[in-house]
């Protein structure tokens, strides 16, 4: 079981930078991929982004040039360095992380919001 625990968000205003946090902790073999993904209000979940651990990244489009994803493998956590924050980056955040042991198992954090002000 993996427990995944998310810091760093808040109300920042348009222009500006937040860095999340999220570490992983119980008793688990190596976490394959990390990432972060956002829902906002009526909308789906959607990728933001993640990192595998050789640390290979993808982004989403609309992130692209803003936020950079990074991880700590001895930390077990994973950061999200955002900056040019905008309206539209308002969202709650989920930390998420793929691990396999015999096969795959998906876990998510509790969320954080991200609030983006005019």
């Known amino acids: 079981q993996v427990q995944l625990v998310e810091s760093g968000g808040g109300l920042v205003q348009v222009g500006g930078s937040l860095r999340l946090s999220c570490a992983a902790s119980?008793?688990?073999?190596?976490?394959?991929?990390m990432g972060w993904y956002r829902q906002a209000p009526g909308k789906q979940r959607e990728l933001v982004a993640h990192?595998?651990?050789?640390?290979?990244?993808i982004y989403a489009d609309s992130v692209k040039g803003r936020f950079t994803i990074s991880r700590d493998n001895a930390k077990n956590t994973v950061y999200l360095q955002m900056n040019s924050l905008k309206p539209e980056d308002t969202a709650v955040y989920y930390c998420?992380?793929?691990?396999?042991?015999?096969?795959?198992?998906?876990?998510w954090g509790q969320g954080t919001q991200v609030t983006v002000s005019l």
């Open positions: 998420n992380a793929h691990v396999y042991d015999s096969r795959w198992y998906y876990y």
């Open positions: 119980g008793s688990m073999p190596s976490i394959a991929v």
């Open positions: 990192v595998n651990s050789g640390g290979m990244t």
